[in-house]
């Protein structure tokens, strides 16, 4: 079946503009992550839904940062203001939810160059 | 504060060899490690991963060590292949209490089997 897909793959932006960057779990899977890859690093976490709810926002860095999941499939990440160090990767990721740790299946990614 | 700390940073194995990769981590709360492999533009994909109930879980060629009171993980890929060659991210997690379980990553290895 189809994976994690995320838009766009790229996005190249100019300090202070605003993005939204989108992310289309696997069907059924109700927890969505969203994280953030700096080059060289580490997936670093950023905000959590269950259902439709950001049940854990404390990665989220600063309010520029704002994700919604409106009906419960479909995520978007918006960054306000954005700086040149918001440039990384983020990624989202899927699961099912309930009763323990389930595999996070992640999606490609998006690229965000803040110039 | 890097709870999950990683190494090597990198690493080169013969093919049929075998790639060694370390993590130790703090927080003695986390109860769920996975690991990880992430090929260029990819993103990351769940290899393996061991809950502190075991000292031990393999798949295939690839076996997860686990010392509960040295806090320590250790990844081993038997008869490496050049395929393998890819970056390996260490991770560990526990619920938040708000039924996230997001992952805490170590920096990463990257690996490389020449032929």
């Known amino acids: 079946g189809a994976g994690v897909s995320q838009t766009p793959s790229n996005k190249v932006t100019e300090k202070g503009k605003y993005v939204e960057l989108r992310c289309d779990p696997i069907?059924?899977?109700?927890?969505l992550y969203w994280y953030r890859q700096s080059l060289g690093q580490g997936p670093e976490f950023l905000i959590y839904?269950?259902?439709?709810?950001?049940?854990?926002d404390s990665g989220l860095p600063n309010d520029r940062f704002f994700a919604v999941r409106p009906e419960g499939s479909v995520s978007t990440l918006k960054i306000q203001r954005t700086e040149r160090g918001d440039s990384a990767v983020y990624l989202c990721a899927s699961s099912f939810s309930g009763g323990g740790p389930y595999e996070q299946y992640f999606g490609p990614g998006t690229r965000l160059t803040v110039t | 504060q890097q709870q999950v700390k990683q190494s090597p940073q990198s690493l080169i194995v013969q093919k049929g060899g075998i790639s060694i990769i370390n993590c130790a981590y703090e927080?003695?709360?986390?109860?769920?490690f996975p690991w990880y492999q992430q090929f260029p533009g990819k993103g990351p994909a769940l290899l393996i991963a061991i809950r502190p109930d075991v000292s031990e879980k393999k798949e295939g060629r690839f076996t997860i060590s686990f010392n509960k009171s040295a806090k320590q993980f250790s990844l081993h890929i038997m008869d490496s292949q050049p395929g393998d060659s890819a970056t390996y991210f260490c991770?560990?997690?526990?619920?938040?209490?708000?039924?996230?379980?997001?992952?805490?990553f170590g920096k990463g290895t990257k690996l490389s089997v020449i032929p």
């Open positions: 839904f269950q259902g439709t709810g950001a049940a854990d």
């Open positions: 927080n003695t709360a986390f109860d769920y």
């Open positions: 069907s059924g899977h109700t927890a």
């Open positions: 991770a560990a997690s526990i619920d938040s209490g708000a039924g996230s379980y997001q992952l805490t």
